[in-house]
């Protein structure tokens, strides 16, 4: 333990890199046969998935081990922050794509559409009689008639659920602070179980809106950044429920000091970052 | 977890490198993931150049040849993304491995398994990439910028060739993300962030701007796949969404992409031009304001390239404008380096001569970059030769004369022997030569009105052609000198620790070759002595 | 069957500018706005040169004067603020000396109101279609029969045989001198660009989006252009050639177009 305080710990050889990497190409050549049209690339991406979820596995409970076993000292740990403070500013640039394209949609191309700015003609000989409006599948009526998806009910209940996980994390940080264990994991088990929640009630508003509302991914430029958004959004908040239950796990298990708990806080993090894209999804895709 | 914690235990034991395939499969060294990166690169810019001989073989003479113009457009578009993604990323990339923790003092990289992870993933992204070739339909053929609806008329390579980008990103994002967080967290104490090296500046500044920007080419092309197998409308104007909607979130990410292929060369050649003149880089710090300006400003600019698409007025003004201004910080840095060449004590050995090659040449680059950002006049050039050369020049004689430039550089300092210097000016006289028959003619091609990606011309362009494309085919003979040069690299005499009569920085405290691990304790003493301006 | 025109080359150096097919610059055009162009062009490039002298020849000087084998000492020098305020303030002046006429060019550009014709062109893969607003004449115009035979690979003919090869089209765009025209551009499948030199336009034909050009042509002649965003296998075999002809002979063309044009139309579809 002692070394561990003057050495920056440089593990020597990991074999758990090129796991991941056969992984991701059965994955990304499974994925892809799949989609031409081949039965068996479905079969080679779920190989690709298992092989990748097994490196994820082996690689963080070495790190885990790692950890645990004191190979760590302070200035690794906030390599770990630093490196997941960048991870999740990525994550960010690629959620700003997607709103990019809501926005442009709702401010330039739908407008444009309806005969605004220098697309006069635009509107007049290409798509005589549309009116800009949102929500809109576009001056092609691009898959039928649909009904919008109100923000006052299920999405409502689900900003409540969010807004609560992240005060309820919180508490958990606090307590891991504060060395109150029984706290801690309360809370953090309340914040899963608030974060499965949300997905779940996630999974039945698309039914409705595929059931009923003829609300589909095909319903033109609203049902393309409405599903997008909210379906990334709702990866993101699956990832983080799962890595949770996994912190809590290992909080159950005795993990994490009230001055050493990187993984904690970068899963916290995570989940506030969540957090944050759904407000703004809630804003500008269901509100206004 | 036993296991893993005696595993780790002899890793502070001063050993050597692992033995065979496993030594580079599972490295977590700084050194040897530099080495992985560099080599992988060489090939790739053969790969790349490949394609560009057969471009530039059917662009002889007017009339086909060769190819058919399906596969012509296929080549056009392998040979981008193969030079952009393959061979200029990932040789800075192993750059900034090899060479950033011996300029900042650091053991080796922050995270070293995923150091080895980005770059593992760049092999199964170009395998995937240049299977595409033997698949039904072949290649992409829609230009490196895969603008739709076009793209969405490739054959079966479409959904590799969108997961290939994919990994590229993926690779591009954890290599970023390992940068920069070993420059903010592995300095030697006293390496105060102004007193960094020039490289080690560019290359913190070029690892924000992939981190920002690769993402965003990957939501692009997210959307591609999901316009063409999942029914959405984003780029479909029945839908309420645009074509011309990719194309900006492209160019958003394309334009710092641009940047994120010079600016580490920046780095370089201000490392390289004040050891060869002996003297002091000047205004250091007005360097990094310039780079950090270049850097903000290229969030701005995107849609220079969009000219044509039909932009209300205010959007073209403004673009125009603000893709004017780039022109200041990189002035400043173009006149940093004539100052500090002027009244030093210049010799000219190879890498100063790809240094002095690149300040020349980029500039030219930059002024037609210049001309490019007019917007009334580029409405003239735009889509013809005429980008082709201002492009090129940036690119070969800008990014890959920095890299060859790098190269020699530090060639001694990672083999211990000295390169065979002869063949290196012969390198660089052929290289230069050539690469200015190839581009230069290309600009009076666009301005007499020579579309870019076309396989057959009308017979006025026919002679400028066949000058380019003689220069071309000499231009990647002389490569093979380089290659020579690799390959006789541990014949020559032993290189001090030094290298060169007087470099400044870290790197060259290191005995040459430099051994497996460096700076296992930080270099406090030496960082004071080496005094960084 | 092909030419080995570079072993003319040195020839032609020595014929230089004066064989009109062997342009070195853009064209002057033939409307005010592709001279301004022109002009806008030139003027930005003697800029670069000017300041190319004085980068490049301070840069010369020091390469001779301040090298070690001419045994010279360094200096150690290595900042002052005068010269680096001086440095950013010059280029940024000459910048916007650049930048208000090419502002003033560009304003003038997007103004395509009250044309006189209006011509809606259609883009596809690969050819292009013209249909004339008010007139109720509208045809295809695509790649001529000879160079479509030349084309080919392996057609054993030689390109330097067909008149304007690959420039040429069965049914040239008439316009008559003088009058503004308007183009109301868009695309049937893909994106294309319509590109004229001598006109000095070059605007995208979108799918789903009409975008507007237009020009006055001030001299009668055939001018040739070519699509100008890749399209697929066959963008460099798509050109347009534009005929000026005079205002009466305009609508001549119109008038026997009237009759004929809808039975080619039909013809073809
Ligand atoms: C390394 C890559 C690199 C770099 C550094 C640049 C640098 C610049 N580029 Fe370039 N560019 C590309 C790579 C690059 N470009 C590529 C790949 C494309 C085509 C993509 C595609 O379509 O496939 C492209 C296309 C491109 C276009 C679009 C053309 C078109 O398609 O119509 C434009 C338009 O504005 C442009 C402008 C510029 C400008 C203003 C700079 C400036 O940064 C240059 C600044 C430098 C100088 C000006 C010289 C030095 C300065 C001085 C000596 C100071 C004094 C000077 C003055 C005041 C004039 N570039
Ligand atoms: C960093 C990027 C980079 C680099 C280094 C290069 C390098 C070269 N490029 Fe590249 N090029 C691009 C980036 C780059 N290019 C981009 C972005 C485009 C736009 C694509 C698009 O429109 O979408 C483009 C397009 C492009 C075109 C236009 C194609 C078209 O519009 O249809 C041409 C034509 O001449 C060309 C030529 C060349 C040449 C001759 C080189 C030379 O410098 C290459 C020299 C290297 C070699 C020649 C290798 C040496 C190899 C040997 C000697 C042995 C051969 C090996 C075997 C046979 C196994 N390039
Ligand atoms: Cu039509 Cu290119
Ligand atoms: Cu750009």
Not at chain 2, 279 to 294: E, N, Q, T, W
Request: net charge negative.
């Amino acid at each position: 333990m002692s070394h561990a305080d003057d050495h920056y710990y440089v593990p020597h050889g990991s074999h758990w890199p090129i796991v991941g990497s056969i992984g991701l190409l059965f994955l990304m050549v499974g994925v892809s046969t799949w989609l031409n049209g081949a039965e068996a690339g479905f079969w080679v991406m779920l190989t690709g998935v298992a092989v990748v979820v097994f490196m994820l596995i082996g690689w963080f409970t070495t790190v885990i081990g790692e950890s645990q076993g004191g190979l760590y000292n302070a200035q690794v740990d906030k390599s770990f922050r630093m490196g997941m403070f960048w991870f999740i500013f990525s994550e960010v640039m690629f959620f700003a794509a997607f709103f990019g394209a809501l926005f442009y949609a709702r401010n330039m191309s739908i407008p444009w559409l309806g005969g605004s700015s220098n697309n006069f003609f635009t509107n007049l000989l290409l798509w005589e009689g549309y009116e800009s409006t949102w929500p809109t599948n576009g001056p092609g009526d691009v898959g039928g008639e649909f009904e919008v998806m109100p923000p006052f009910g299920l999405p409502l209940i689900n900003t409540a659920i969010l807004l609560t996980s992240s005060v309820t994390v919180t508490i958990a940080h606090h307590s891991l602070l504060a060395g109150k264990r029984g706290i801690l994991t309360t809370f953090l088990a309340l914040t899963f179980i608030l974060g499965f929640a949300f997905v779940f009630l996630q999974a039945a508003e698309y039914v409705e809106a595929y059931e009923h509302m003829n609300l589909k991914l095909t319903t033109g430029i609203y049902g393309s950044t409405f599903f997008m958004l909210t379906g990334f959004h709702g990866m993101h908040v699956t990832i983080g429920a799962i890595m949770l239950t996994i912190i809590w796990l290992r909080v159950v298990k005795g993990h994490f000091t009230p001055d050493k708990h990187f993984a904690f806080e970068a899963v916290a993090w995570y989940w506030h970052f969540v957090d944050v894209v759904w407000i703004g999804l809630y804003v500008f895709v269901y509100w206004i | 977890m036993t296991t893993a914690v005696a595993d780790a235990h002899d890793s502070h034991d001063d050993h050597g490198p692992a033995k065979g395939l496993g030594r580079w499969l599972f490295t977590t060294n700084h050194k040897d993931i530099g080495t992985l990166y560099l080599v992988f690169s060489l090939i790739m810019f053969f790969v790349g150049g490949a394609m560009a001989l057969v471009i530039r073989s059917e662009l002889m003479h007017p009339g086909l040849q060769f190819v058919h113009p399906e596969f012509f457009n296929q080549m056009t578009t392998m040979h981008a993304l193969v030079m952009v993604f393959g061979a200029v990323m990932p040789a800075f990339v192993g750059l900034a491995n090899w060479m950033i923790p011996m300029m900042i003092g650091a053991p080796d990289m922050a995270l070293p398994r995923m150091n080895n992870w980005s770059f593992w993933i760049l092999p199964v992204a170009f395998g995937i990439l240049i299977s595409t070739l033997f698949m039904p339909g072949g290649a992409p053929a829609s230009g490196w910028t895969m603008y739709p609806p076009l793209v969405l008329q490739t054959g079966d390579a479409f959904p590799f060739l969108i997961f290939s980008v994919h990994l590229m990103g993926l690779s591009s994002i954890m290599g970023a993300i390992n940068i920069i967080v070993t420059i903010l967290n592995m300095r030697a104490p006293d390496m105060w962030l102004l007193k960094m090296p020039m490289f080690v500046w560019t290359w913190l500044i070029t690892a924000y701007l992939l981190i920002a920007v690769m993402p965003v080419l990957a939501g692009a092309v997210t959307m591609l796949l999901t316009d063409q197998f999942f029914g959405t409308s984003f780029f479909l104007a029945a839908g309420g969404g645009d074509p011309v909607m990719f194309q900006h979130i492209f160019w958003f990410f394309g334009h710092p992409e641009v940047y994120i292929m010079i600016l580490p060369a920046f780095g370089v050649v201000s490392e390289i031009i004040p050891t060869f003149s002996r003297k002091p880089l000047f205004g250091h710090d007005s360097m990094v304001y310039a780079a950090s300006c270049i850097a903000f400003l290229s969030f701005i600019v995107w849609a220079h390239h969009m000219f044509t698409v039909g932009m209300p007025l205010s959007g073209q003004l403004f673009f125009m404008f603000s893709t004017m201004l780039i022109a200041v910080p990189t002035g400043v840095k173009i006149f940093n380096w004539v100052a500090t060449m002027w009244r030093g004590a210049m010799t000219f050995e190879t890498p100063m001569l790809f240094s002095l090659a690149f300040v020349f040449l980029f500039t030219i680059g930059g002024f037609s970059g210049l001309m490019l950002a007019v917007a009334p006049a580029d409405i003239q050039y735009h889509d013809t030769y005429f980008v082709v050369a201002h492009f090129h020049y940036v690119l070969v004689p800008g990014s890959i004369f920095a890299i060859m430039a790098a190269a020699y550089y530090w060639l001694p300092k990672w083999t211990g022997y000295m390169y065979n210097e002869t063949a290196g000016k012969l390198h660089f006289w052929l290289s230069t030569i050539f690469v200015n028959l190839t581009f230069f003619p290309m600009h009076f091609l666009g301005l007499a009105g020579m579309p870019r990606r076309i396989p057959d011309y009308s017979t006025q362009f026919a002679d400028f052609n066949t000058m380019a494309s003689v220069g071309a085919i000499g231009f990647g003979l002389s490569q093979l000198v380089f290659v020579y040069v690799l390959l006789t690299s541990k014949k020559g005499v032993t290189a001090t620790a030094r290298v060169w009569e007087a470099p400044k920085g870290l790197e060259w405290t290191v005995p040459s070759p430099a051994p497996y691990h460096t700076f296992d304790t930080p270099p406090i003493a030496r960082v004071k002595q080496e005094a960084f301006e | 069957m092909i030419r080995k025109s570079f072993l003319g080359l040195p020839g032609l150096i020595g014929a230089g500018t004066a064989k009109a097919d062997w342009a070195l610059n853009m064209p002057k055009g033939i409307t005010a706005l592709s001279a301004e162009t022109y002009d806008l062009h030139m003027m930005v490039f003697w800029w670069c040169v000017a300041i190319g002298i004085i980068v490049f020849g301070v840069m010369i000087i020091s390469l001779f004067k301040h090298r070690k084998s001419a045994g010279v000492q360094s200096a150690t020098f290595s900042h002052s603020t005068t010269a680096e305020v001086i440095w950013t303030a010059i280029p940024c002046v000459i910048l916007l000396l650049m930048a208000v006429p090419a502002a003033e060019t560009m304003i003038k550009l997007e103004d395509s109101r009250d044309p006189d014709v209006s011509i809606v062109v259609t883009a596809y893969q690969w050819k292009w279609h013209y249909k004339y607003q008010d007139e109720g004449v509208d045809f295809y115009s695509s790649l001529a029969l000879p160079s479509v035979d030349a084309r080919r690979k392996e057609s054993g003919i030689d390109p330097y045989s067909v008149d304007n090869y690959l420039l040429d089209v069965d049914r040239p765009l008439v316009v008559p001198k003088g009058k503004k025209v308007r183009l109301l551009l868009t695309s049937n499948d893909v994106i294309h660009a319509w590109w004229v030199p001598e006109l000095a336009i070059k605007r995208d034909a979108i799918p789903g989006i009409i975008n507007e050009a237009w020009f006055r042509a001030e001299e009668t002649g055939t001018f040739r252009g070519q699509c100008a965003e890749l399209c697929g296998k066959d963008h460099g075999y798509m050109p347009i050639v534009v005929e000026v002809v005079a205002p009466d002979a305009y609508q001549a063309w119109v008038d026997t177009r009237k009759d004929g044009g809808a039975q080619v139309a039909q013809l073809e579809n």
